[in-house]
């Protein structure tokens, strides 16, 4: 069709409108909850959104800053000097110093994720995508996907529930899949400029193939690893993979299973599935990864654990100290509960001592999940503080990719059919067709939107002690990102030395999380 001028000379405006947006003058729209912060409230056509970043020219830096006091994600450009401003604390970048490469940030697509997420208007609904997984959105690659249900589902069930069925004749997936998480994986990965990095977990055995004979509760696979219940429990798993791979969904990696020290305590009240680290490290040896390498899903990577790092190092050195095992595992899957009970160096640190050939992950962490602090707090500037402690304490910890729980879910935490509710960093409220990123949404943006696939950990020294806590990177393209959480009530000067470029002024606001960006050629 013919373009009249008019037209021409509209589309230009809205091009311009666009790059004013993507510099993040996309405002967040507060609402106050009673909490220590404010959530950001998005609509069918409207969501703040950082935008795509592209880092100004050498000779200059950005600045990303989320605070108590409001601020989310608010960019400000400044110059790097040439000379240092003799700041007190110097914070200086140390490239030779090499750790681990970044493999991704995400969260999960539960059940209950799925049913929030489509609880809402087309257009809301592609807003909540597009925040995660576009450009624009906060670069999310990594979705763990529970293998049918969990306590996020809104009932129990396995795809093989028929009792005897050693062939998985009648294996299905649920409705829960086909009409909800299938359609909106292929929605993320339509949106997302990279193949998204997929998980699976699964978190118990169909009834019939465990010794106490339900999915909850005290529990394990009748038998011995090599026996047939653990010889079909692994074709459960190639199963899975096959029947997704059917929707062009593939897996980069599988967990061995969701906490299984949960299926060793009596009266567990929802899906859990026991092993000891040796019969999980026979397991693996003797039939999920003979089966994994006899399947069409060979390259599919296996993580051991899955579960609280409590259980390290000890569960991981039965595993991999095992050769037979260890040849068909890649890495150790961890979850943050209880991390404040079990100090990083002596469980990660250790762990990658030992064992450097294979990587850390983090699967699973949600807020409001510990009785003194349960559910949903819209508003929460603690939460996101946990969240960045975590996140910077596990990368600082050679940990290469840090995931979420539900990526959506409803303003009781919800649904969860043994009202185990939590929080995320997404809540909708469906009758209002809004929904509500959290400040702890934007923690996670802090890592997620800066720390590319293949980013690399390298040092950083203080000049004097200090209270900021913070971890430096080296993208692909050479760029650095150095992020800082100041968890104190006082406004912290600083300033950043790189060798490769000078030195930049900064300050961390009282309560804030910073993310500083620079080109090095």
């Known amino acids: 069709m013919a373009l009249s001028p008019s037209s021409v000379l509209l589309a230009l405006v809205s091009l311009a409108a666009e790059v004013t947006l993507s510099t993040g003058s996309n ?36 600045s990303y800053l989320t605070s108590r006091a409001g601020s989310r994600l608010k960019a400000v450009r400044g110059p790097v000097q040439v000379n240092s401003t003799g700041a007190g604390l110097r ?59 969990c306590d996020f589902s809104t009932r129990p069930y396995t795809y093989a529930d028929t009792p005897g069925d050693y062939n998985l004749d009648n294996f299905t997936l649920a409705p829960e899949d086909v009409n909800m998480k299938i359609p909106l994986l292929q929605r993320a990965q339509a949106l997302s400029p990279r193949p998204l990095s997929l998980l699976a977990s699964a978190w118990s055995a169909p009834a019939w193939m465990k010794t106490n004979g339900a999915l909850i509760g005290k529990g394990s696979l009748k038998g ?29 990696a599988l967990t061995t299973g969701n906490e299984p020290s949960a299926g060793q305590m009596t009266n567990y009240s929802f899906q859990a599935l026991g092993f000891t680290p040796e019969e999980q490290r026979d397991w693996v040896a003797l039939d999920l990864g003979p089966a994994l390498h006899a399947s069409s899903h060979p390259r599919t990577h296996v993580l051991i654990l899955d579960d609280s790092r409590l259980l390290l190092p000890h569960w991981a050195k039965v595993v991999l100290n095992d050769i037979h095992a260890g040849r068909f595992i890649h890495g150790v899957a961890v979850h943050w509960y209880m991390d404040s009970l079990v ?14 050939e294979y990587y850390l992950f983090g699967t699973e962490a949600c807020s409001g999940w510990s009785p003194l602090d349960k559910g949903v707090k819209l508003g929460s500037w603690d939460r996101a503080e946990e969240y960045a402690h975590d996140i910077i304490g ?44 959290q400040p702890h949404f934007y923690s996670m943006a802090h890592f997620s939107k800066f720390l590319w696939e293949g980013s690399q950990r390298v ?38 030395g790189d060798l490769a470029v000078g030195y930049i002024s900064s300050t961390a606001p009282a309560y804030s999380l910073l993310t500083l960006a620079w080109n090095t050629h």
């Open 27 to 62: 405002e967040c729209v507060a609402r106050n909850f009673g909490h220590d912060s404010v959530v950001c409230e998005c609509n069918s056509t409207y969501c703040d959104s950082v935008g795509s970043v592209t880092l100004p020219p050498l000779g200059q830096y950005s």
């Open 91 to 149: 914070l200086t970048i140390v490239p030779f110093q090499k750790y681990q490469k970044i493999r991704g940030f995400g969260g999960a697509m539960t059940d209950a994720a799925a049913i929030n997420i489509l609880s809402l208007s087309a257009g809301a609904q592609d807003q909540l995508l597009r925040q995660y997984f576009s450009p624009e959105g906060i670069g999310y690659s990594v979705v763990r996907v529970p293998m049918a249900s």
């Open 224 to 252: 011995q690893p090599g026996g047939k219940e653990h010889k079909t429990w692994a074709q459960y798993y190639i199963r899975f993979l096959e029947e997704y791979a059917k929707y062009n969904l593939t897996f980069w």
């Open 343 to 356: 100090p990083a160096e002596i469980s990660l640190g250790v762990i990658h001592h030992l064992y450097p």
């Open 394 to 437: 596990d990368l600082n910890h050679y940990v290469v990719g840090w995931t979420d729980w539900n990526l959506a879910l409803d303003q009781t935490g919800g649904p969860n059919w043994v009202k185990n509710f939590v929080d995320s960093p997404v809540i909708v409220d469906a009758k209002r067709d809004v929904f509500y990123k």
């Open 459 to 496: 040092g950083v020294s203080a000049s004097q002690e200090t209270e900021l806590e913070y971890s430096a990177f080296i993208r692909p393209d050479g760029s650095v990102v150095l992020i800082i959480l100041n968890r104190s009530s006082s406004v912290i000067q600083f300033e950043v």
